[in-house]
């Protein structure tokens, strides 16, 4: 994110709990529409996830274990 002055500063974190990469797929961009032509696309398969937002240092967690 960018403040007031177009500096890129924190907004916040991701954590991923007993995480694993399930997919990894290359990528062309769309001429004009990205700065990087070329990009990898990750997917994961996680149990927790935990957001942590800079700005009051304020937590969201969320668990996969109880869905079927």
């Not at 500096?7 to 001429?31: F, R």
Request: no cysteine; proline share 0%.
């Amino acid at each position: 994110k960018q403040n007031t002055n177009g500096v890129m500063v924190l907004y916040y974190t991701v954590e991923l709990g007993s995480a694993s990469i399930a997919s990894i797929k290359q990528s062309m961009a769309s001429a004009g529409v990205h700065d990087v032509e070329e990009r990898e696309i990750l997917s994961f398969i996680y149990r927790t996830i935990t957001w942590t937002f800079a700005d009051g240092n304020l937590t969201a967690q969320g668990n996969t274990a109880s869905r079927v």
